[in-house]
């Protein structure tokens, strides 16, 4: 079968009135060179505006969660620490770069050296925990000395339980994802 999906496609041939050769279409059309759509739950999208790949990224369904989830529920004030697990993922990365327009210490938590180092180089954001190192809450307590205010949750498990003991008085927790429960066949 077709391993589902978020694709950007070109409109190679259209019986639609609303979309046209060479119209370019972001969609679930599944991982698959070819895609039949009735034009239900696509969008149009304009290479011209952005890389027709960051409609599946920052300007895409990730940007808009991690907008959306940090701006409207975490509410973040500049000066405050934002820490968002999965960091290195499409909608943590865009969280901790937007804490970091905030005037935010963003703090991410991520799986592996190499993963915190492309957390803090290429995303900016101030500090990067590395999970798999074992210690992560002495070393969460070391990344946000002050206390967490922010904590935009895309694992739930171990790492949530971790950041609940530093999160300060009114400290506001978009809950995003439990990527670490969903194969889980016991509660945890």
Same mark, same amino acid.
Do not use: H
């Given at each position: @079968?077709?391993?589902?999906?978020?694709?950007?496609?070109? /409109? /190679?041939?259209?019986?639609?009135? *609303?979309?046209?050769?060479?119209?370019?279409?972001?969609?679930?059309?599944?991982?698959? @060179?070819? *895609?039949?759509?009735?034009?239900?739950?696509?969008?149009?999208?304009?290479? !011209?505006?952005?890389?027709?790949?960051?409609? +599946?990224?920052?300007?895409?369904?990730?940007?808009?969660? *991690?907008?959306?989830? +940090?701006?409207?529920?975490?509410?973040?004030? &500049?000066?405050?620490?934002?820490?968002?697990?999965?960091?290195?993922? &499409?909608?943590? $990365?865009? /969280?901790?770069?937007? !804490?970091?327009?905030?005037? $935010?210490?963003?703090?991410?938590?991520?799986?592996? *050296?190499?993963?915190?180092? +492309?957390?803090?180089?290429?995303?900016?954001?101030?500090?990067?925990?590395?999970?798999? &190192?074992?210690?992560?809450?002495?070393? =969460?307590?070391?990344?946000?000395?002050?206390?967490?205010?922010?904590?935009?949750?895309?694992?739930?498990?171990?790492? =949530?339980?971790?950041?609940?003991?530093? =999160?300060?008085?009114?400290?506001?927790?978009?809950?995003?994802?439990?990527?670490?429960?969903?194969?889980?066949?016991?509660?945890?």
């Amino acid at each position: @079968e077709v391993m589902i999906g978020g694709a950007v496609g070109e /409109v /190679v041939r259209s019986n639609n009135p *609303a979309f046209k050769e060479g119209d370019f279409l972001v969609g679930s059309f599944g991982w698959q @060179e070819y *895609a039949l759509s009735k034009g239900n739950g696509v969008m149009k999208v304009d290479p !011209a505006r952005a890389p027709l790949s960051a409609y +599946l990224g920052a300007v895409g369904m990730p940007g808009i969660t *991690a907008y959306i989830g +940090l701006l409207d529920i975490g509410a973040p004030k &500049a000066g405050e620490t934002v820490v968002v697990s999965a960091a290195s993922g &499409a909608v943590g $990365c865009v /969280v901790g770069q937007i !804490a970091k327009m905030r005037g $935010c210490r963003a703090v991410g938590i991520a799986g592996g *050296a190499a993963k915190c180092a +492309l957390v803090m180089g290429e995303f900016g954001f101030d500090a990067c925990i590395d999970y798999k &190192a074992g210690g992560l809450d002495q070393a =969460l307590r070391a990344a946000a000395p002050g206390g967490v205010d922010v904590y935009f949750d895309n694992v739930g498990g171990e790492v =949530l339980d971790a950041v609940l003991k530093r =999160l300060n008085a009114f400290a506001r927790i978009p809950l995003c994802g439990q990527i670490s429960q969903y194969n889980e066949t016991e509660p945890y």
